[in-house]
């Protein structure tokens, strides 16, 4: 499932302000309902537009965004610095709140997401929180190109399904399974917890307008466990694993 270094990975960025703090409000609910958080340092990792994390300086002291491209759309009150690869600038043990949604299919192959994942273990505090949200690998329609079952197939067969669909030249996206995640949070020291299925409930009060979704939301836990290996976003809070020693 590795991308080939020599191939640019596209953008995939939601750049228009109402989904984008729609997502936010999420995003803060979520984290709430999670744990108390100091409000002092908060990084937006791949921030794109840039309104998730313009939506979180009305919470914290210091916000700062990275991203390898600026596609920035607001600049409000950010710290924003362009990055090349995985590399965070800033020092360790910096940050209580760290976001990284929808990013980590983007970075390139399962070494770079681990990487990744590495760096935000290093520049969080020893109390921080990290958000990460990406979507499901098995999810029956993949949400970058639109194609069934897109993301199941190895780089060869998903590559070749988006040539034949006249889409791109190459599959750039690398979403993760449930376990996928599991196991390179916790390779990466972090301690995770997943809250994929609050998150639907938040999703129908904060973000839809549609009736059927506020009333599926309401029914009992027990009723999504059937439909959980499909769900189409995994949603993890994580804090660092006390036991762990990576720095």
């Given at each position: 499932m590795d991308i080939p270094h020599r191939q640019e990975l596209k953008p995939h960025t939601l750049l228009d302000e109402d989904s984008r703090y729609k997502k936010a409000k999420k995003i803060h609910a979520i984290i709430n309902n999670f744990d108390e958080i100091k409000n002092n340092t908060?990084?937006?990792?791949?921030?794109?537009?840039?309104?998730?994390?313009?939506?979180?300086?009305?919470?914290?002291?210091?916000?700062?965004?990275v991203d390898v491209r600026d596609q920035r759309q607001t600049q409000k009150d950010i710290?924003?610095?362009q990055i090349d690869g995985t590399k965070l600038p800033f020092p360790d043990n910096y940050f209580d709140l760290v976001v990284s949604n929808h990013v980590i299919e983007h970075v390139g192959n399962r070494e770079s997401q681990i990487e990744h994942l590495k760096e935000i273990f290093r520049v969080m505090k020893k109390e921080g929180i990290f958000y990460l949200a990406f979507p499901n690998k098995w999810r029956l329609i993949e949400p970058h190109y639109k194609l069934p079952l897109l993301s199941w197939f190895s780089s060869f067969y998903s590559d070749l399904y988006v040539r034949l669909s006249g889409k791109a030249e190459f599959y750039d996206c690398r979403p993760l399974s449930r376990s996928d995640a599991l196991a390179i949070l916790q390779s990466a020291g972090l301690n995770p917890h997943e809250v994929?299925?609050?998150a639907i409930r938040i999703y129908a009060k904060l973000e839809s307008d549609n009736r059927f979704v506020k009333i599926l939301a309401s029914l009992p836990t027990l009723c999504f466990i059937p439909f959980k290996p499909w769900i189409s976003t995994l949603i993890f809070v994580c804090r660092k694993d006390p036991r762990n020693s990576i720095q």
């Open positions: 908060f990084l937006e990792v791949g921030t794109g537009s840039g309104f998730i994390a313009a939506y979180f300086t009305n919470f914290f002291l210091e916000v700062n965004s710290r924003f610095r994929t299925l609050d």
